[in-house]
């Protein structure tokens, strides 16, 4: 029987960098806590047997083979950062297993900057080099895909747009430094929000929020408990869950939030 419940699975809750960096570079995390190793920021959302993957960093691979994910149905990208795409070809591996291309779905302007940096990936390059994705584009409205309900929406990076999504009672908001009015009325009232905590603590912010406005948001989205992702070296996973409110935690690598579809959960 259809359910509908699901999950998220956090496939990789870290920066641009990673947690280490490279160099083994761990700074304030404590190496010894496995929920400090974080690769790049990537989820997963599951329902029914369906999978949808929200970015293919360059932790792609690994990330798919350590959560035993073995299909999926598209891939939803938020922006064309490198951190968020640099594994793209990755979904070669998974049209051989299966002779479809994998449906990719975002924005007009990141599916262009898409196929021409990763034109292999869209078209077939040579008798042997097949294509391995087709591209959507995504409207801002609530749609279905492979029988997942989801409704994107644009959100403030700074110095470009990201997408953020909700699906059933679960917000996605990674890369944003501020959410406008529509944002917040997509998210409001969900029961877990999954935040762009990489600024934490810095007063000046640029392209990602801090703990001040993540906090001023919440006062209008109203989430019941928010999970912080694309978090920095500087941020040790115990300090976090010492020092923050308890509505707020970071998130780790391998994590499961449930969703919930409802008449009122998006
Ligand atoms: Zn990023």
């Not at 699975?9 to 280490?20: A, D, E, N, V």
């Not at 297993?97 to 940096?117: A, F, G, I």
């Not at 762009?196 to 007063?203: I, K, Q, S």
Request: glycine content about 8%.
């Amino acid at each position: 029987m259809e359910q509908n419940i699901g999950h998220a699975i956090i496939l990789g809750c870290g920066c641009s960098k990673g947690t280490p960096q490279i160099g083994n570079e761990w700074g304030a995390c404590d190496p010894l806590e496995p929920k400090n190793f974080r690769t790049r920021p990537s989820i997963a959302i599951q329902k029914n047997g369906k999978t949808l993957i929200i970015d293919t960093g360059p932790d792609f691979h690994m990330q798919i083979n350590r959560e035993n994910i073995r299909h999926i149905d598209g891939v939803l990208y938020t922006h064309a950062h490198s951190d968020h795409v640099a594994g793209i070809d990755e979904l070669r591996s998974f049209f051989d297993r299966t002779r479809k291309r994998v449906p990719v779905l975002s924005d007009e302007k990141t599916l262009n900057e898409l196929r021409q940096r990763f034109s292999f990936v869209f078209e077939q390059s040579s008798v042997l080099y097949a294509a391995a994705a087709e591209a959507h584009i995504l409207q801002n409205n609530l749609q279905s895909f492979a029988g997942i309900d989801f409704t994107p929406f644009t959100q403030d990076h700074g110095l470009s747009t990201t997408l953020g999504f909700r699906f059933g009672d679960f917000g996605y908001s990674t890369d944003m430094i501020t959410l406008d009015d529509h944002a917040i009325g997509v998210l409001n009232g969900v029961e877990n929000w999954l935040v762009d905590g990489a600024n934490l603590y810095e007063e000046r912010i640029f392209v990602h929020s801090n703990l001040k406005r993540i906090l001023e948001l919440q006062e209008k989205v109203q989430a019941k408990n928010i999970y912080l992702t694309h978090l920095k070296n500087n941020l040790d996973y115990q300090t976090l869950c010492r020092d923050l409110p308890i509505f707020i935690r970071p998130a780790f690598d391998g994590q499961k939030i449930q969703i919930k579809w409802g008449q009122n959960a998006g």
